[in-house]
């Protein structure tokens, strides 16, 4: 996930390796990039945990401070920490000097009420500044065979340093045993089931196609499969092409597994190319969105799953580009939270002030809560306007650790 003034460079495939497809080139030979670890390390815990479930009970969440100061999000950590969470990790900065009870935590502390006690601090082990993705940057849960928690512990950008600690900054606070994974995946990038299934884009490729460190390995995609077999317990690796057009490569802009059978996908409606301005100038991308998520919709259907399809709202082929999404959600303990989609962030991503299909966005969002209930969730809404508009949601800016 990026901030809005860097998507022109999303566009043309200049940004941190995040689209586009390179050359298939051949395995490096050095030990690989192992973050305070190494090959032999990591190797002690090859084959010993399985990746838990995305809707898997939790015993918390980590967040990152942008969340609150930047987003405005404290309601939605309010309805984290009201659905029989544990703790609600927020990461902050190295050098951040506030405590709880400081001004940063003021709106949380009201809209949390006693639940704030379970609010903690993940001060960063290495310097540098936050961003908000947390889906991208925190560390995976995995559980061994007795039920022991482990972190797996994946690369990400080399010039995002403090994101990138996260799993060792943790460590204080949750006193597990940290697997370190040399492979380069964005969390947003990664959905699993109970029985071993792991749906990702191929993303996962572009982003493992080159070094962005000398001691990187490069990867082919039967190298990534044999990672996540063997330091995540999937017994099925599926690599989809990536969504054409969207920045982040992501597979949670359009879809999300609910339980081990039935997985949501994304749909563009006919509705959507009556409304002018996207007759007018992006017909010809959305039609090509719309038969992407519909081969996508088939191909998990053909794998023997419950495909429930969702409507996605009109892409928005100008600011920018933006893709509003229902699957990008967080799944806790029986609720979830689920982007809505009020205003445009900026003028240029509306008509008049107002997305150009707002007459359509109630029906869609009766359609999508039906949709979670079915699967016995309780839907909070989450205003995501701004979010969005940066290339992410709910989910991109939240990790589930399990219980």
């Given at each position: 996930?990026?901030?809005?003034?860097?998507?022109?460079?999303?566009?043309?495939?200049?940004?941190?390796?995040?689209?586009?497809?390179?050359?298939e080139?051949?395995?490096?030979?050095?030990?690989?990039h192992?973050?305070?670890?190494?090959?032999?390390?990591s190797?002690?815990?090859?084959?010993?945990?399985?990746i838990?479930?995305?809707?898997?009970?939790?015993?918390?969440?980590?967040?990152?401070?942008?969340?609150?100061?930047?987003?405005?999000?404290?309601?939605?950590?309010?309805?984290?920490?009201?659905?029989?969470?544990?703790?609600?990790?927020?990461?902050?900065?190295?050098?951040?000097?506030?405590?709880l009870?400081?001004?940063?935590?003021?709106?949380?502390?009201s809209?949390?009420g006693?639940?704030?006690?379970k609010?903690?601090?993940?001060?960063?082990?290495?310097?540098?500044?936050?961003?908000?993705?947390?889906?991208?940057?925190?560390?995976?849960s995995?559980?061994?065979?007795d039920?022991?928690?482990?972190?797996?512990?994946?690369?990400y950008?080399?010039?995002?340093?403090?994101?990138?600690?996260?799993?060792?900054?943790?460590?204080?606070?949750?006193p597990?045993?940290?697997?370190?994974?040399?492979?380069?995946?964005?969390?947003?990038?990664?959905?699993?089931?109970?029985?071993?299934?792991?749906?990702?884009?191929?993303?996962?490729t572009?982003?493992?196609?080159?070094?962005?460190?000398n001691?990187?390995?490069?990867?082919?995609?039967?190298?990534?499969?044999?990672y996540?077999?063997n330091?995540?317990?999937?017994?099925?690796?599926?690599?989809?092409?990536?969504?054409?057009?969207?920045?982040?490569?992501?597979?949670?802009?359009?879809?999300?597994?609910?339980?081990?059978?039935?997985?949501?996908?994304?749909?563009?409606?006919?509705?959507?190319?009556?409304?002018?301005?996207?007759?007018?100038n992006?017909?010809?991308?959305?039609?090509?969105l719309?038969n992407?998520?519909?081969?996508?919709?088939?191909?998990?259907?053909?794998?023997?799953?419950?495909?429930?399809?969702?409507?996605?709202?009109?892409?928005?082929?100008?600011?920018?580009?933006?893709f509003?999404?229902?699957?990008?959600?967080?799944?806790?303990?029986?609720?979830?939270?689920?982007?809505?989609?009020v205003?445009?962030a900026?003028?240029?991503?509306?008509?008049?002030?107002?997305?150009?299909?707002?007459?359509?966005?109630a029906?869609?969002?009766?359609?999508?809560?039906?949709?979670?209930?079915?699967?016995?969730?309780?839907?909070?809404?989450v205003?995501?306007?701004?979010?969005?508009?940066?290339?992410?949601?709910?989910?991109?800016?939240?990790?589930?650790?399990?219980?």
């Open positions: 996930m990026i901030v809005r003034s860097l998507f022109s460079l999303l566009s043309t495939c200049a940004l941190l390796s995040a689209c586009g497809a390179r050359p080139m051949p395995a490096s030979k050095l030990d690989g192992f973050e305070s670890s190494n090959a032999k390390e190797n002690l815990f090859k084959g010993g945990q399985i838990a479930a995305e809707y898997a009970p939790v015993q918390g969440v980590v967040i990152s401070l942008p969340l609150l100061k930047e987003y405005g999000r404290a309601q939605m950590a309010a309805d984290i920490l009201h659905s029989s969470v544990d703790s609600l990790w927020i990461t902050v900065p190295q050098s951040f000097s506030e405590e009870d400081g001004p940063s935590f003021s709106e949380l502390r809209l949390a006693q639940d704030f006690s609010v903690k601090l993940v001060r960063q082990s290495v310097a540098g500044s936050l961003t908000v993705w947390a889906r991208d940057w925190a560390p995976l995995a559980k061994t065979d039920g022991t928690l482990r972190l797996l512990d994946f690369n950008y080399a010039d995002r340093p403090a994101d990138d600690a996260t799993a060792r900054s943790l460590l204080p606070l949750l597990v045993e940290r697997v370190s994974v040399p492979v380069y995946n964005e969390g947003g990038n990664f959905m699993s089931n109970s029985l071993g299934a792991c749906f990702m884009t191929t993303r996962v572009d982003a493992n196609a080159s070094k962005d460190r001691d990187d390995m490069i990867l082919s995609a039967n190298d990534v499969k044999t996540y077999r330091f995540a317990g999937c017994k099925q690796v599926q690599i989809f092409p990536r969504m054409p057009y969207e920045g982040t490569g992501h597979i949670d802009m359009w879809a999300k597994f609910l339980n081990d059978k039935t997985v949501l996908v994304g749909e563009l409606r006919e509705e959507l190319f009556s409304l002018p301005m996207l007759k007018k992006d017909s010809n991308q959305t039609t090509v719309r992407y998520l519909n081969e996508r919709a088939k191909d998990i259907e053909d794998m023997g799953y419950t495909v429930v399809r969702v409507p996605m709202p009109a892409p928005i082929f100008r600011g920018g580009d933006v509003r999404s229902y699957t990008n959600s967080l799944t806790v303990n029986g609720n979830v939270l689920v982007p809505r989609y205003k445009p900026y003028e240029d991503l509306g008509v008049d002030g107002e997305y150009e299909d707002a007459k359509l966005l029906s869609y969002e009766k359609e999508v809560e039906q949709a979670y209930a079915s699967q016995g969730f309780h839907v909070y809404w205003e995501s306007d701004a979010l969005i508009a940066q290339g992410g949601a709910v989910h991109c800016t939240t990790m589930q650790i399990s219980r």
